[in-house]
């Protein structure tokens, strides 16, 4: 795993580069002070600035990442004459023990039939005005004797919307102290001073991504300003000891290859790629005030993040949500699986980018952050690979009907309608095992 990780990267470094001599752009230059001063009036208005950014390009997308998984294969695992592992047709080759049904229902327990959830306007069993007014003043309490681990499995069954922000900041242990924002303000500085080639790949990725947005547009400005101190944060680096990932280095003008000249690059060790500030977009709703969007985004990539874009067998890793995604669609819809592996359209290669993107830009926004508390309070990205699951099991009937790739694409093109607690419940609780 790690040696993939390790030439995966070589790639995007290459990429990287070539688009520096290409371009003919260093990697990071001291802006001039009229430049400086320029950035720093506009910086509440980044978005009306229009650079050209034609010859940028991003540096990867997550289906080039997705032709990488699908190469990966296990050394030691003898393939011989033997039915191979479990008879796998995916595209995921790498025999990682992923979870079945029966272990899902078990993890996912309150999300169960019988158990009260914000997100399921007609569950039988409570009347969803009772539930919601006892769920609001429980969440209440939670917040005022300010314990994390209750807040963590509170939103488990759902937040209420004005109390997200305060539980999601519990949670993470983010309370913007004096010292966080002066912290800020410090990353803020260096963005001014300094221009990174990273900057115009973000610039980039907001203009093609959430720029064109229903929901997101209007958060251009945050999208900036939160990317661009997020590049310069050295802090960041610190979650590369948990990570099967290695920051990038970058040498000082002339001294290639000589350690004690050698810098991350960028600061934080992270380069983003086609799609990377729709991590951030959702959380713009909650959050105004640019440091503690800031923090919170921050926090979120360290703990869950950056395991959507990094090759490891960890059971949150991407590697394993695409495994655990096959195999809950070949164990329970295997006509599906069959028909569209059989037409040429692996289901994998549809639902990746939902789950690269933690299915930002994919759902509703309110729909959105009711699969982003269960992630915080399950501290698990596995719930993403089911709900992929469970939209192919939604939309099995017409599925059934098509091809060729495009029309299966077609039929799941728009998943803004859908609600996703009744979705994960009906999969997780009413399919038979």
Known sequence: MRKAQGSWEKRILKSLNSMCTELNIPLAQKR???????????????????????????????KDFLEVLMNLR?????????????????????????????????????????????????????PPEFFENEHVRVGQKVLAEQDSAAAQQYVRQGCPTALRADLWALILNISNQPEDILYYEQLKSN??????????LIYKDVKLTAS?????????????QVLLCFSRDTSVLEHFAYSSATPPKSYIQGKLGMEEYAVYYPPNGVIP?????????????????????????????????????????????????CLLFETLLQTHLPQLFYHLREIGAQPLRISFKWMVRAFSGYLATDQLLLLWDRILGYNSLEILAVLAAAVFAFRAVNLMEVTSLAAAEAVLADLSTLKVMPLL????FATVT
């Open 32 to 62: 001039p002070a009229n430049e400086q001063k320029e950035l720093l009036n506009k910086w509440n208005e980044m978005g009306t600035d229009e650079p050209d950014l034609s010859l940028f390009r991003p540096v990867y997308a997550p």
């Open 74 to 126: 296990n050394p030691n695992y003898e393939n011989g004459e033997q039915p191979s592992f479990r008879n796998h047709l995916g595209l995921i080759q790498v025999p990682l023990k992923v979870k079945d049904i029966p272990e899902l229902k078990e993890g996912f327990s309150e999300l169960g039939l019988n158990i009260g959830q914000l997100g399921i306007d007609d569950s039988a069993q409570v």
């Open 191 to 200: 963005v001014i001073q300094h221009n990174l080639l990273v900057d115009s």
């Open 212 to 224: 064109n947005d229903d929901y997101y547009f209007v958060f251009e400005d945050y999208l900036y």
């Open 273 to 321: 790629f086609h799609g990377f500030s729709m991590y951030v977009a959702p959380l713009c709703f909650l959050y105004h005030e640019p440091s503690k969007l800031y923090q919170i985004f921050r926090e979120m990539y360290v703990r869950f993040f950056f395991r959507l874009h990094s090759i490891s067998s960890h059971p949150s890793g991407i590697v394993s949500l």
């Open 425 to 428: 419940q009906i999969f997780l």
